[in-house]
């Protein structure tokens, strides 16, 4: 029998860590916002951020507002197997595996990113369609530019039309409420504007699949990764922590 400890519990047993791992958990940050966030020096912040890398625990993308910016994001679907590998490895009983979330989950969210010409459409239909519009979703952007074809041709293999879908300024949500706010570009990060009430916000950085010389490739990787971030979310919204909560 093996003595050493899984490697989850090996990468995020430190305290640094562990608080890294869980604001990555509520979105992703730059270097520069985590170590406000954990009010540790940067020099410290970085290298546990290059112990949580190695254990493929987080990953990086170069910012898209701001080229000196690395922006980090947890790496949940691995953090999901390392994490039921650690139980097994306890016990046979302990494996774990993430159920579909059994609240009933409700609420509204708005997704954001410059043009609304992908990624916040993808985001917004992907929402509706995994909750049977239980969860009111919408999009929209800063400088809003027509629905990619692409993005249309993507999401029409995924059982879902885009092709009515209409560009909006996010200045036409700036009245409303919402649960949740969620950034998906760097740019329009930095010029989000507040919402009324109490939405949580949170960014997730995700390369515009039409700067991607890859053409239609880039867009299926992008929807691939918003509808694993979604699924992820729909636990998070059934389940709010109790700073939400409150």
Known sequence: MTTEPPAFVTAAGHPVRWRLLSELARGDHAVRELTV?????????????GKLRKAA????????ADGRDTYYALNIAHCESLISDAGA???????????????PVTGRVLFLCTGNSARSQMA???????TAGAVEAFSAGSRPKPINPYAVSVMATR?????AARPKHLDEFRTERFDRVITLC????????EFPGDAVRAHWSMPDPAAD?????AFERIADELAQ????LLHTLAHPSPEEAS
């Not at 966030?37 to 951020?49: E, G, I, R």
């Open 159 to 163: 059982g879902v039309d885009l092709s």
């Open 229 to 232: 971030r979604i699924d992820f």
């Open 213 to 217: 010389a890859d053409g239609l490739r």
């Open 57 to 64: 625990l987080v990953t990086t993308r170069r910012s898209n």
């Open 124 to 130: 917004e239909a992907l929402l509706r369609q995994r």
């Open 37 to 49: 966030l954990l009010d540790q020096p940067q020099n410290l912040v970085s290298y546990h951020l």
């Open 89 to 103: 490895a306890l016990h046979p009983a302990l494996r774990l595996t993430a159920p579909t979330p059994a609240t």
């Open 186 to 193: 760097d740019r329009v990060k930095e010029v989000c504007p």
